[in-house]
C-alpha cells in the first residue's frame, strides 16, 4: 500500500475542512459570541453566566450546518481513496486517511483558531459581553488541551468511520 497519495489527499481535505469549518465558527461568533459559549475557558463562562435560550437555538442550527459541512467534506475525501483501494486493504487505507485528515485538522483548531486567532490576535467580537480582559482569554494550556483530548476523538472517529466506510463498500 502507497500511503503517500493517501496522506496527500488526507492533508488537503484536513486542511480544506479547517479553512471551511474556521470560516462558518468564526461567522456564527461574530453574529453572536454565546453560541459557542461552552468552547470558552471555565473562568469567562462562569463571568458570563448561563447561555441564553436565543443563543442554544442557534447554537443548534450552527451544529447542524457544522455536521452537514463535515459529512460533504468526508464524502468528498473518500472519492479518490476508493477509486484505487482495494478491498482487501480498504479499512487500514480509509482509517489511514480518516486520521490523516482529522489530525491536521485538530493541530490547526489548536495552533491557527486558538492559538493565534482566540490567544494571541484577540479580535473584540471573540469576548463575551462582561468578560473583557480576563485571565482565560490569554490561556495557551486550556487550548492545548482541547488539542490533546481532539486525539483520543480522532482515533475514534477514524476508526468508526473507517469501519462504516469498509461495511457499506
Known amino acids: 500500500m502507497n500511503l503517500l497519495p493517501i496522506i496527500s489527499n488526507a492533508v488537503v481535505f484536513g486542511v480544506g475542512l ?10 456564527a ?7 459557542m459559549l461552552r468552547d470558552y475557558p471555565p473562568d469567562v463562562q462562569a463571568e458570563h453566566g448561563p447561555m441564553s435560550d436565543r443563543s442554544k437555538r442557534q447554537r443548534l442550527l450552527v451544529a447542524i450546518l457544522v455536521l452537514a459541512v463535515m459529512f460533504g467534506v ?6 479518490p481513496i476508493l477509486d484505487d483501494a482495494e478491498a482487501a486493504g480498504l479499512f487500514p487505507t480509509v482509517f489511514v486517511h480518516f486520521f490523516v485528515m482529522f489530525s491536521v485538522f485538530n493541530v490547526l483548531d489548536w495552533l491557527v483558531l486558538d492559538w493565534l486567532i482566540v490567544v494571541r490576535l484577540r479580535p473584540s467580537f471573540l469576548t463575551l459581553p462582561g ?3 480576563m485571565a482565560g482569554y490569554r490561556d495557551y494550556a486550556f487550548h492545548f488541551r482541547g488539542f490533546l483530548i481532539g486525539i483520543p476523538i480522532t482515533l475514534a472517529a477514524s476508526l468508526l468511520l473507517a469501519a462504516l ?3 457499506l463498500r
Open 131 to 133: 468578560t473583557k480582559g
Open 74 to 79: 468526508i464524502v468528498a475525501s473518500l472519492a
Open 165 to 167: 466506510v469498509t461495511l
Open 29 to 35: 461568533v461574530r453574529v453572536n459570541p454565546e453560541i
Open 18 to 27: 479547517g479553512s471551511i469549518l474556521f470560516t462558518m465558527i468564526l461567522v
